[in-house]
Every structure is written in C-alpha cells, then in structure tokens.
C-alpha cells in the first residue's frame, strides 16, 4: 500500500481548489481540515469529499474567495454573516472570535448564518485545547434523517463536538454525528461496493439509491432531543439567527454554532 504524507494531501487538496478559483488562503483552510480527518481516521470527510468542495466552488455554490463579517455582537456573543465561504473558512473565523471573547470575558459564543459543509467537528472545537478551554461546535444539514417511526426525511445528521482539557496534559475529545452513522459513512461504503457496517444500518443493507434511507431511523429518544436543539429555528421572539438559514434560491446553507469558555475561574 503506498503511504502518502499529509503535506503532499494538503498540497493537492489546495491545488485542486486554486484552479476552479478559491483564494489561496482559502483552499489552504480547506486542504489542512481534509488532511487532518484523513490523517485521524475520519476517511468520510477527507479526500473523500474533496471533489464536492471543488463542485460547488466551480458551480458557484460557494464562494471560494468570500470573507465571513460580524453582524453583531456583544461582550460575549458574535453574529456572523459566512457570506457562503467555504466551511472551514467560516468555521476559524468564528473560532477565532470565540477564543477571543472567552479570554475576554471567561466565555464566547458564536452562531453563524451563510455557511457551508466544514468538514470534521474537531478540527474547531480542539482550537480552544490550545488557550486551555472548553470548546464546542454545533452545525445543521441538510434533511437527510428521518425521525423515530417516520416515513420522510426531516432532519440532519446535525453534527456536534466537543473538546475539554484535563491533567496532565491530556483531553477528552467528542466528535459525532446525531444520526445512527455519519452520511460519509454511506458514501464510501457505496464507492467501495461493500455493505454498510452492521452497526450503522438495519438488516446491513447496501447503501443504495441516494442519501438517508428510511430503514436507519435514530434510535434514540436522547439523539432526537439533540438533533431537534441544533435544528430549531425559533428559540424567542428576538431577533436571534434561524439556525436553518435560506439564499434566495431556497437552498439550505448551513448554520454553525461555537462556542469558548475559559473555565480556569471554574476549576478547583
């Protein structure tokens, strides 16, 4: 098997995306999180999707050259406009502004509207490990899962992590999807012809068709709690984000949500 070091994957990555028109520094953002996932076994969202990322730039369904901006804030908080950036652009900006407000004012909380996919969860939530706090990272999707005893798709996979420090130099890190399994984990069942993992679908039945198949419904009663509080659009009668954000063509972005607490205060 021919080994490949993650520099030469970045290289790549970044090379395929300059040439359909993302920024430098923007498909460098991108290339560093495909590697990573790749590098840390996560193969659904490394080079695997590399070729939707090109897509969408290349089709203009995302800005490979967009800057994300604040729309508002407070001591604490942050509203960002992703402006359609690639995902992991949008997904440092907000953990940037997270970190800072949280060595500010002990905690920062950031919700993003205008996003796109942004890779794997830990690649954010980890960027709190380095200042010594908590971090933790929230995003929607696309209506790929049915509910318990559905028969249509409803909600995303709704992906959540996070990352805490502890003694010793060492940290507890949590990165999953609120579905049975991860969407990615379809995919390369499917482009590897071999069945989905026992675990992950009822009955191990091939993925076939396109995505969310209605025989791998949550399970969980708690799963469906979580997903329905990364899902819900209208928390108060404020002029708080939707956390399912519409572009005049009606296709659903992804809305993102991050979050830093310095919990040095906190600690015995």
């Known amino acids: 098997m021919k080994r490949v070091v993650p ?9 395929c995306l300059e040439v359909v028109g993302t920024s430098p520094p923007h498909a460098a953002s991108l290339a ?3 590697a990573q996932a790749d590098q840390m076994g996560y193969f659904s969202h490394g080079l695997n999707r590399l070729a939707i990322y090109v897509q969408d730039v290349q089709l203009k369904l995302a800005d490979g050259a967009a800057v ?7 001591t604490a908080t942050a509203w960002v406009d992703g402006k ?18 949280a ?6 909380w950031i919700v993003a509207k205008g996003s796109n ?8 939530s980890t960027q709190a490990l380095k200042h010594n706090m908590l971090g933790m990272v929230f995003s929607n999707a696309s209506p790929l899962v049915p509910p318990t005893r559905s028969e249509k798709n409803a909600m995303g996979t709704n992906p959540l992590s996070v990352a805490a420090p502890a003694m010793d130099g ?3 890190v ?3 999807a609120t579905s049975t399994t991860a969407v990615g984990v379809s995919e390369i069942s499917k482009k590897k012809k071999e069945k989905v993992p026992l675990q992950d679908m009822k009955d191990n039945y091939q993925p076939l068709g396109s995505f969310g198949s209605l025989s791998a419904p949550i399970r969980n009663l708690k799963l469906t709690h979580k997903k329905l509080s990364i899902e819900v659009k209208k928390t108060t009668q404020k002029k708080i984000p939707m956390a399912w954000a519409q572009v005049p063509d009606e296709k659903p972005k992804d809305t993102i949500a991050k979050l830093a607490w310095d919990i040095k205060d906190q600690m015995p």
């Open 7 to 15: 520099s030469e994957i970045q290289r790549f990555c970044k090379d």
């Open 32 to 34: 560093a999180v495909l």
């Open 68 to 74: 994300p901006s604040i729309i508002k804030e407070t």
């Open 84 to 101: 359609n950036a690639l995902g992991p652009v949008v997904g440092n900006f907000c953990m940037d502004v997270a970190i800072k407000k």
């Open 103 to 108: 060595k500010e004012c002990g905690i920062g």
């Open 117 to 124: 996919q942004y890779g794997i969860g830990s690649w954010y």
């Open 170 to 172: 060492d940290s507890f």
């Open 174 to 176: 949590l990165d999953m």
